[in-house]
């Protein structure tokens, strides 16, 4: 019997782990809220190891230990506050552990995602203001609202289909690239470098900047060093992307 | 007026960066308003200093503290007002520089270039670890105080 429930906390913890980590959550945040999670079910000494690959997560001596493999990230910040929610909810005993459990896969399988109508005209919208607080000139905000639209749809369509993110942004930042030459070629625009700036920010990894260097304050330097990793790979992404149109 | 039109750009990047992060909906507006006070920190302390490193600092200090702030007013984590408001403050314009001068075969410019926007990162994740610290000790005496007059 105490197995059983033993075992369900284990689920429940690595549950909320998986769906905090896989939505973009810091490496210590994940590990707090699995151990409050934890302690609420009276299991004292558990240990955790969180990468942005995987988690481990131990009962300590006499317990088992669990595995779980991570494989899609993206950034999804609403989840993350439920997944907070459900575990502040269960530390003050106003949820059990079952109930907490469903509510976890009920938000496993949730699209809680905006529309994508919704995303493609924030980031075009975006852009377009990015132009004006960079020095633009009124006259270059259409081009760079078109170029950041058409970069979001390209990043989007591309991702899906190949499932390599580094790929993705090259090929959404040389169509920003494109669309910003194209423009300023039919005198539709004026300043090329500003309207391809304006263009790739919606692509810029925000989300990774912050949590690689919270991580890395915080003691994580596995997380953090992968995470800046894939910055910066994505930032190279973005780069070579304007830097082949740049070079024709 | 300029400051007028900077500050409702900069919040409606931060709307828009808030969306396309899937924010949650009721929170979108607190994140538009934690990104446009880190863009006027950062463009009133560019004006004074010239310097865009030690504004990045100030900028992101700003975002952090105001996120921190909300996030215990909202009982949510603080990442989720913190990411729209940073995104506003990260150096594209130098690192395009960079890259557009490696492309011309103008390496030295290009190092320039490369390390002003590093440096400015830097300045950003600065500003972002110490708001924490100096928001933990606050509230850690906040808690302390607490327990004091409770007992």
């Known amino acids: 019997m105490l197995n059983e429930k033993n075992d369900l906390a284990i689920d429940c913890c690595l549950l909320a782990g998986r769906l905090m980590i896989e939505s973009g959550a810091e490496t210590y945040r994940v590990e707090d809220t699995m151990t409050r999670m934890a302690i609420s079910q009276g299991l004292i000494g558990t240990q955790s190891f969180v990468t942005p690959t995987g988690i481990m997560f131990s009962l300590g001596k006499d317990g088992s230990t669990r595995l779980m493999a991570i494989r899609l990230r993206i950034t999804d910040l609403e989840k993350i506050a439920l997944v907070n929610q459900v575990s502040r909810k269960l530390t003050t005993t106003e949820l059990t552990i079952e109930e907490a459990y ?49 970069g979001f749809i390209v990043v989007t369509l591309i991702h899906e289909l190949t499932r390599v993110k580094f790929f993705a942004e090259f090929i959404a ?65 973005i780069g070579a992307g304007v830097a082949l149109v740049l070079s024709f | 007026m300029t400051w007028i039109i900077q500050g409702i750009l900069s919040f409606i990047i931060a709307v828009s960066f808030a969306i396309i992060f899937n924010a949650p909906r009721k929170k979108v507006v607190a994140c538009g308003v934690v990104g446009m006070s880190g863009w ?59 890259m557009r001068n490696i492309v011309e075969n103008d390496y030295l410019t290009a190092i320039a270039f490369a390390s002003k926007a590093f440096m400015t990162s830097g300045a950003i994740a600065m500003g972002l670890v110490f708001a924490e610290v100096l928001m933990q000790l606050i509230f850690r005496y906040m808690a302390k105080r607490k327990t004091v007059i409770v007992k």
């Open chain 1, 173 to 237: 930042a040389s169509i920003v690239g494109l669309t910003a030459f194209l423009s300023t070629f039919l005198n539709l625009g004026q300043d090329l470098n500003i309207i391809i700036i304006s263009g790739v920010m919606p692509l810029v990894p925000g989300l990774l900047i912050t949590n690689a260097v919270r991580d890395l304050m915080a003691g994580h330097f596995v997380s953090g060093v992968s995470k800046g990793a894939e910055a910066l790979l994505t930032a190279f992404a």
């Open chain 2, 40 to 98: 006027m920190i950062f463009s009133a302390f560019t004006m004074v200093s010239q310097d865009q490193v030690q504004a990045s600092f100030a900028g992101a200090f700003v975002v952090a503290l105001a996120a921190h702030i909300l996030s215990k007013r909202f009982k949510m984590p603080m990442i989720i007002f913190s990411v729209p408001g940073i995104i506003l403050l990260v150096p594209g314009g130098l690192a395009y520089n960079a």
């Open chain 1, 102 to 150: 469903e509510e976890l896969q009920r938000i496993a399988s949730a699209n809680l995602l905006f529309p994508f109508s919704w995303q493609l005209i924030a980031a075009a919208i975006a852009s377009g203001c990015f132009l004006i607080l960079f020095e633009g000139t009124v006259w270059d905000v259409p081009a760079a609202t078109v170029a950041g639209g058409l």
